[in-house]
């Protein structure tokens, strides 16, 4: 995520089991998620009209059983609830809190597949997750002519049943439906069935609460990506002129990218870009942008060389490759993200100006009077500068500790050994460590766990 206001420039196994009220086992949201299960694949029908709000959904989560089941949770908060069925019957449910509790008549045994459908409807509205600004609520954005589903880290089930969390990736079928004269879009690739609805496919894992759906006046068009990459922004229609020239940086820095740290993990790109009209309902979205997966979606205020960079990094970083914990490792996440910025100068201006812009951050963060320690982090200050400025100054000490070809060569490998997975901050201490033949456990304490601002390697 780019948040406006963050930038370098400013700084048992025998026993059915039933969960109750217990999350997946992140303390940052201890009641986010579900245990005893794995959600595998999403499959969307959802019909939305701008002008009523109203959004009629039938989802269908099919899963499998971790263990003996005789009830299992969802996170999923408000609609109507108008039917549950479980591998196709009527199934007992209740509801309490952000938790939906199914309850199969006969427990579904350990290792059995399942799918689990949804029938609801309701208004989707915005919600203030505990993870951003006061009144920069998110979740369901409803703008003139359209809405925005834009949920990191929490809020996906504010509009879909699902198992909330970067740990539980799934893939996903959307199919959305809409009145004639609007666009709805989502991730992945594009299958048009007809004028009043468009079905998205999203053959690899990814996050909940980076799935988008957008519905508005769009108009796509291609751009070439490298290696034969589809690329497909999404514009707010008659605004090609403006954004054309301004997204071709797009396929310049996927190159670059992919040469650096690894093939672009997924089978499509782009970016999509709100309209204006988001400004008026929510002015921190409109210059902020989000990485939902392989389609990253920006405020019209946020579209800059930088920012695309930074979402385009996040692919890799943070969809591929995602927290374990939201508190702990979050700082690899965006601070990769926002060092990708200073490899955006580098790319286009060269590595003096990548040391310069880095090195003036770091100046300025050593005129402060504290360090921004960004290795375990609260809900609160998730998408703060300790994550943003310390991660991303911690990611540009490791460069010039270890030097560019390991360094390159250690984001590679962490990639590649947790892609479409989750990942922990010791993950990526053992992967530098064994890299560079050093034990940079005490480099990591000091950036990450230190009271002081380290010095910079030489
Ligand atoms: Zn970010």
Known sequence: MFLKG???ATLSACFAVAFAQQGIGDPTFPHLGNK??????????????????????????????????????????????????????????SR??????????????????????????GKPDVVQSAALPAGMKSGWIRFAGGAAAICEPELAHTWFPCNDHPLNKATFDVDISTPVGYSAISNGKELRISPTRVHFVMDKPGSTCMALVVVGKFTSFKQAGPNGLSMVNYIPTGEEAIYAKRLAVDAKFMEFLS?????????????????????????????????????????????????????????????????????????????????????????????????????????QVASSPHWLKPGHVSAADL???????????????????????????????????????????????????????????PFFDAWLFGEALPKMPQ
């Open 259 to 363: 040469a650096k740290i690894g093939a672009y993990p997924y089978s499509t790109y782009g970016v999509l870009v709100l309209p204006d009209a988001v400004s008026k309902v929510n002015m921190l979205m409109a210059g902020s942008a989000l990485e939902t997966t392989t389609l990253p979606v920006f405020g019209p205020q946020a579209v800059a060389d930088g920012t695309l960079c930074h979402e385009m990094a996040h692919q890799w970083m943070g969809n591929c490759v995602s927290v374990t914990n939201w508190g702990d490792d979050l700082w690899w996440v965006e601070g990769f993200a926002q060092y990708s910025e200073w490899l955006q100068v580098e790319m286009t201006e060269g590595k003096d100006a990548y040391d310069k812009a880095a090195l003036a951050v770091f100046g």
């Open 383 to 441: 998408f703060s500068e300790h994550t943003y400025i310390g991660g991303a100054l911690t990611f540009y000490a490791l460069r010039r500790q270890i030097g560019d070809e390991k360094f390159f060569q250690t984001i590679h490998q962490f990639i590649d050994e947790h892609k479409f997975s989750s990942a922990t901050t010791q993950d990526l201490i053992g992967v530098a460590s064994k890299v560079s033949g050093q034990d940079l456990k």
């Open 6 to 8: 963050i930038t370098i």
């Open 36 to 93: 005893g299960y794995r959600a595998e694949h999403y499959d969307l029908k959802l019909n939305y009209a701008p002008e009523t709000s109203v959004l009629k959904a039938d989802v269908t989560m099919s899963g499998s059983a971790d263990q003996d089941l005789s009830s299992f949770q969802v996170d999923f908060a408000g609609f109507t609830v108008t039917l549950v069925r479980l591998n196709g019957l009527p199934v007992q449910y």
């Open 96 to 121: 309490s809190g952000d938790k939906l509790t199914i309850k199969p008549t006969k427990p579904l045994p350990k290792g059995s597949k399942f799918r689990l459908e949804t029938l609801y409807f």
